[in-house]
């Protein structure tokens, strides 16, 4: 069984500024994504989490071997700060993470891990 184990980072505060939560992602979000299962990692999405459809994945052809890690980043002028994302392995198991605030994950780390 596959768990997930988040370490989302911010760095938002600006020294002497106010911090002001966003309703919506306008610069890229940039995160590194750490795969340490067994398994190749081949396929990652993102959605609304007010929706149950998923977009295109973001790898694409490319997958993240067991034990790797890989800058991401989604330039889609997201439309909210609130996103899950899913996993898809090579073994055939994926794992959701519900819930992740990409407004503060921005340069942060997602670690999968068994």
Known sequence: ???????????????GAPVVASAQVTEPVTFTL????????????????????WEEDIFGDGILEAGDSVEV???DDLEDCEYDLKAEFS????VIVGSEDFCE?????ITVSD
Do not use: F, Q, R
């Not at 069984?1 to 020294?15: D, F, P, Q, R, Y």
């Not at 073994?91 to 994926?94: A, F, N, R, S, V």
């Open 1 to 15: 069984m596959i768990k997930t184990t988040l370490a989302a980072v911010a760095a938002l505060m600006l020294a």
């Open 34 to 53: 750490h795969n340490e299962t067994e398994h190749d990692l081949i396929s990652l999405y993102i959605s609304v989490v007010s929706t149950n459809e």
């Open 73 to 75: 980043t989604i330039d």
């Open 91 to 94: 073994d055939g198991t994926e």
């Open 105 to 109: 994950l921005d340069g942060g780390d």
